[in-house]
């Protein structure tokens, strides 16, 4: 019946017959498939844009920090501090559920900078103290030279991996850094690695102005002796990070002589539980434009079912004349199922296509700009694929009401009607 020439020379003639009718029935189904295609492809932009700010975190990562006791233990008072130490990095490194642990340090503390030297230039930065395997944990992108390996830390030696801001600031346009040396506290380092800014916000901001040292040597260098800021640590693959979390945590406090049930002593933050939750908001507002956009899409179906109502009472005598002539109730169906799928196939192409082509428009004005909130508002073929199926049941369904109500007349009372 698809390739029947006769049925599709009458669908032809339907629509020509009504354009105007037949062209507002289409928007609708047109608006609703441009608008499902629209919001998807927004919540797609804003998931990589927010996403795409962790800028690489690992997600079964976390971060440990000290903060004052809250509670009296073990004969110490509460509102006791500490530090940790490099003791508590091997005491980490034992654990079964951690994969990498990094320690870290930072001149005046943590997000606080400090004057570093370059001849008669000089800028304030945030000096760090890394281990190679931080870039495994938070990704760098290394646009020059390399970043911190294992011999900097056995030997101590005295160089430093710096990001775009500190070139910007301390080195002429065109000059190339690699092998240059900035002072920093009085102690010369050369550099042997530039990086470039991969997130937005203040994070990203830091990592423009962050000079990564080796811990070893940051600890020397600047009298840090045995001390640690803070942890970086990334758990196993088959270990949760929440799991591995409560495990370091545990250990630390056994170790510094802190109430197991005092929660606030160990600073922390993990990426696996925030992930989680960014994953479930983003799900949830996926669920929720599928099912506007759905909605949008039911009203233009029923008015494609109403049009078809329409088409059949005005076709009743044409429908009598073909059952008197032998035509089967499947030959009737079919005929009124092509004509309401035709029509919503092509309101629904011209929908999606639209659709597709505004996200298109849309990406290219914005960009692909590093640490963009919103960036890649487009649809995957699988969204389109699902878009059609959509189309194509909604088309199914608009035509099945009529199509029954067309054989449920009897053809002497069809041929009856004037």
Known sequence: MIVDRDNWQEIFATIKKNKLRTTLTMLGVAWGIFMLVIMLGAGNGLRNGIMGAFGGIATNSFFLWTQPTTKPYKGLKSGRTFIYDNADVEALKKLPSMDIVCPQNQLGGFRQSNNVVRGLKTGTFNVMGQYPEFILVMKKDIVKGRFLNQKDIDDKRKICVIGPRVQEVLFKKDENPMGQ??????????????????????????????????????QKAFNFTNKVGWFVVKAKDNVTAEQAEQEAIAVLKERHKIAPDDKVAIGHWNMGVEFGKLNGLFSGIELLIWVVGIGTLLAGVIGISNIMLIVVKERTKEIGVKRALGATPANVVSQILLEALFITAIAGYAGLAAGIYCLEGLNILIGHEDGAMFTNPTVDISIAAKALSVIIVGGLIAGFIPARRAVAIHPVEALRTE
Not at 185 to 213: K, P
Request: glycine share 14%; proline share 3%.
């Open 181 to 218: 040396y900035i002072r920093i506290n009085g102690v010369y380092f050369m550099v042997v690695g530039l990086t470039r800014v991969s997130r937005g916000g203040q994070e990203g901001q830091e990592d423009a102005q962050a000079v990564y040292i080796p811990f070893t040597t940051f």
